[in-house]
């Protein structure tokens, strides 16, 4: 049973990272959408007259077609980059294979339409079904679903397949050849029962998107509130990519299409002219300008208050460590380095965090701020807010964020004080935290007796971090089975968590470590995780 629960959280907590490729693609193409279609846009045309000329007109249009791309095939990219997350190797052909079981299952969904002579035109069918132009097949459009289960089905073939062996006369199709051939047949079956199953499917997420709408501004609320609470443990991208892209997050007609998620929603209104419709404005609530109020202010004054809190001695030495996390949160919309800071010696204080950041988007929803995007950061708030003028009412965030600011710097400083919470430069021991080589202990370099060779040479990643001595502090290669990494942190399931000294990680510059059971570590680094991965991998090729 353990061992169950252990795999069941290595591959949630690998799906929830695989989504992030497409996403960091779709935040870039919503900046080039954004940017085009504001600074091509006639209420901005109309206030800098020089942005007429045909050449600014060319070019914000060439902005605003390259920015679609992630949009106009998005759940195939899904498709294709879910394989390859969660392949271990031969990473290529996973998501070669995510495409042909992506198409064969939609041409299959076609072939059987027609065989049923459904009329594939007719509105009635189109709203029973859901069809629509998928990568050029008129089909189903299962949306992210469909293409997550395409994506989990192909990485569970490959995995079982990559070096499948065939008899003589079938060698040609053997090994990783065979996988993309049983990817089309296997998802060409999904695609044949998708219609039988998907009108009962399509009108239950409708009825869950309604339940939502119900709720009315109470629903940003508790998404805001939900995606917080899920981040610890890494879920939290399964929620947003439900609201972001399929009914729960709502739906209804935007230029003249039928679309359905809000982000979806929000890009679809940007590429077309006139007032967002009601159903666009209340869909964008689940969106960045809900953020806004806890990322540009609620935590720098968090870490405000932390650096005030500290002693006078050891501010120097969390003065960069806090600045990076503001940075990283204001203009990255990445929190965990902050987060992650009170999370583990507070958890009451990170749940009020998270009814806060609820209340951020409950108020941008009740004032009507129309923002939109992914990040909540300040780029975010200049390219959908103060480019695309007023209407957003973009001037409410910084008057909403410096409320929050305010809100965030007296409670952590009262809770600090009141409760003598250890938040960085208030240990006892005294000793920095910034992850220097200077405060690796000498044990992580020279081994007992004084024999060097012992253990591996020390490696410094980004002038930073030590990651001999990580790896040595996650109890060494022989403990780990898999290793993996997110934005900001390492992800890996071990022979015994037990072997994980938390406390020697953190005097190594990590912002936390987070044991979700006996066999599953997550280890929060920050920006340079990926650098820090590929050198402990290095130093222990079997992972």
């Not at 990473?91 to 064969?104: D, H, P, Q, R, T």
């Not at 065989?115 to 035109?121: G, I, K, P």
């Not at 701020?369 to 009412?393: A, H, M, S």
């Not at 001999?468 to 403990?479: H, M, R, T």
């Given at each position: 049973?353990?061992?169950?629960?252990?795999?069941?959280?290595?591959?949630?907590?690998?799906?929830?990272?695989?989504?992030?490729?497409?996403?960091?693609?779709?935040?870039?193409?919503?900046?080039?959408?954004?940017?085009?279609?504001?600074?091509?846009?006639?209420?901005?045309?109309?206030?800098?007259?020089?942005?007429?000329?045909?050449?600014?007109?060319?070019?914000?249009?060439?902005?605003?077609?390259?920015?679609?791309?992630?949009?106009?095939?998005?759940?195939?990219?899904?498709?294709?980059?879910i394989p390859l997350g969660l392949a271990r190797e031969d990473k290529g052909?996973?998501?070669?294979?995510?495409?042909?079981?992506?198409?064969?299952?939609?041409?299959?969904?076609?072939?059987?339409?027609?065989?049923?002579?459904?009329?594939?035109?007719?509105?009635?069918?189109?709203?029973?079904?859901?069809?629509?132009?998928?990568?050029?097949?008129?089909?189903?459009?299962?949306?992210?679903?469909?293409?997550?289960?395409?994506?989990?089905?192909?990485?569970?073939?490959?995995?079982r397949f990559r070096a499948q062996r065939m008899p003589d006369a079938f060698?040609?199709?053997?090994?990783?050849?065979?996988?993309?051939?049983?990817?089309?047949?296997?998802?060409?079956?999904?695609?044949?029962?998708?219609?039988?199953?998907?009108?009962?499917?399509?009108?239950?997420?409708?009825?869950?998107?309604?339940?939502?709408?119900?709720?009315?501004?109470?629903?940003?609320?508790?998404?805001?509130?939900?995606?917080?609470?899920?981040?610890?443990?890494?879920?939290?991208?399964?929620?947003?990519?439900?609201?972001?892209?399929?009914?729960?997050?709502?739906?209804?007609?935007?230029?003249?299409?039928?679309?359905?998620?809000?982000?979806?929603?929000?890009?679809?209104?940007?590429?077309?002219?006139?007032?967002?419709?009601?159903?666009?404005?209340?869909?964008?609530?689940?969106?960045?300008?809900?953020?806004?109020?806890?990322?540009?202010?609620?935590?720098?004054?968090?870490?405000?208050?932390?650096?005030?809190?500290?002693?006078?001695?050891?501010?120097?030495?969390?003065?960069?460590?806090?600045?990076?996390?503001?940075?990283?949160?204001?203009?990255?919309?990445?929190?965990?380095?902050?987060?992650?800071?009170?999370?583990?010696?507070?958890?009451?204080?990170?749940?009020?965090?998270?009814?806060?950041?609820?209340?951020?988007?409950?108020?941008?929803?009740?004032?009507?701020?129309?923002?939109?995007?992914?990040?909540?950061?300040?780029?975010?708030?200049?390219?959908?807010?103060?480019?695309?003028?007023?209407?957003?009412?973009?001037?409410?965030?910084?008057?909403?964020?410096?409320?929050?600011?305010?809100?965030?710097?007296?409670?952590?400083?009262?809770?600090?004080?009141?409760?003598?919470?250890?938040?960085?430069?208030?240990?006892?021991?005294?000793?920095?935290?910034?992850?220097?080589?200077?405060?690796?202990?000498?044990?992580?370099?020279?081994?007992?007796?004084?024999?060097?060779?012992?253990?591996?040479?020390?490696?410094?990643?980004?002038?930073?971090?030590?990651?001999?001595?990580?790896?040595?502090?996650?109890?060494?290669?022989?403990?780990?089975?898999?290793?993996?990494?997110?934005?900001?942190?390492?992800?890996?399931?071990?022979?015994?968590?037990?072997?994980?000294?938390?406390?020697?990680?953190?005097?190594?510059?990590?912002?936390?470590?987070?044991?979700?059971?006996?066999?599953?570590?997550?280890?929060?680094?920050?920006?340079?995780?990926?650098?820090?991965?590929d050198a402990i991998a290095e130093m222990s090729p079997a992972h």
């Amino acid at each position: 049973m353990k061992k169950t629960k252990a795999a069941l959280w290595e591959f949630l907590q690998g799906l929830g990272k695989t989504f992030m490729l497409p996403v960091a693609l779709l935040a870039f193409c919503g900046i080039m959408l954004g940017v085009g279609a504001s600074l091509s846009s006639q209420a901005v045309t109309d206030n800098l007259t020089f942005l007429q000329g045909e050449g600014f007109h060319l070019v914000f249009t060439w902005m605003s077609n390259t920015g679609q791309v992630a949009f106009r095939f998005l759940p195939v990219l899904f498709a294709m980059a879910i394989p390859l997350g969660l392949a271990r190797e031969d990473k290529g052909v996973a998501a070669f294979s995510g495409f042909v079981g992506y198409a064969a299952m939609n041409l299959a969904v076609n072939f059987y339409l027609t065989a049923r002579d459904v009329d594939l035109e007719s509105e009635k069918e189109i709203a029973r079904y859901g069809i629509a132009d998928v990568i050029g097949i008129p089909s189903i459009d299962t949306g992210l679903l469909g293409a997550v289960a395409v994506g989990v089905v192909v990485s569970l073939l490959h995995k079982r397949f990559r070096a499948q062996r065939m008899p003589d006369a079938f060698a040609f199709f053997g090994g990783l050849r065979f996988v993309p051939i049983v990817s089309a047949l296997a998802l060409s079956i999904v695609g044949l029962l998708i219609p039988l199953v998907w009108p009962t499917f399509n009108s239950g997420i409708s009825a869950v998107g309604r339940a939502i709408g119900h709720t009315g501004v109470f629903g940003p609320f508790f998404f805001g509130m939900g995606e917080v609470l899920l981040r610890p443990v890494g879920l939290h991208h399964i929620l947003v990519a439900m609201f972001r892209f399929t009914d729960v997050g709502g739906s209804g007609m935007v230029c003249g299409d039928q679309t359905s998620g809000a982000l979806n929603m929000f890009y679809a209104h940007l590429n077309c002219s006139g007032a967002p419709s009601e159903a666009v404005r209340d869909a964008t609530g689940f969106l960045a300008q809900g953020k806004m109020a806890v990322y540009l202010g609620g935590l720098p004054g968090a870490a405000l208050a932390m650096y005030h809190c500290a002693k006078r001695a050891m501010r120097p030495e969390i003065k960069a460590l806090l600045v990076s996390g503001v940075v990283a949160c204001a203009v990255g919309g990445v929190t965990e380095p902050l987060e992650f800071l009170f999370l583990f010696i507070a958890p009451w204080l990170y749940l009020i965090h998270a009814v806060l950041v609820g209340l951020g988007f409950l108020v941008a929803a009740l004032l009507g701020v129309f923002i939109g995007n992914t990040d909540g950061n300040v780029i975010d708030f200049l390219v959908f807010g103060v480019l695309q003028g007023t209407t957003t009412k973009w001037y409410l965030v910084p008057v909403i964020a410096a409320i929050w600011f305010a809100a965030y710097y007296f409670l952590f400083r009262w809770a600090i004080v009141r409760f003598d919470l250890k938040t960085p430069g208030r240990e006892d021991d005294q000793e920095p935290r910034t992850g220097s080589a200077d405060s690796a202990p000498d044990e992580a370099s020279e081994a007992p007796g004084g024999d060097t060779a012992a253990r591996p040479a020390p490696v410094l990643v980004a002038g930073k971090y030590d990651a001999a001595a990580i790896l040595d502090a996650l109890g060494g290669p022989e403990n780990i089975t898999s290793l993996d990494n997110c934005i900001t942190r390492l992800r890996m399931t071990v022979e015994d968590a037990e072997r994980v000294d938390a406390d020697r990680l953190k005097k190594l510059g990590a912002v936390g470590v987070v044991k979700l059971d006996a066999h599953n570590v997550q280890v929060v680094i920050g920006p340079q995780v990926q650098s820090v991965k590929d050198a402990i991998a290095e130093m222990s090729p079997a992972h």
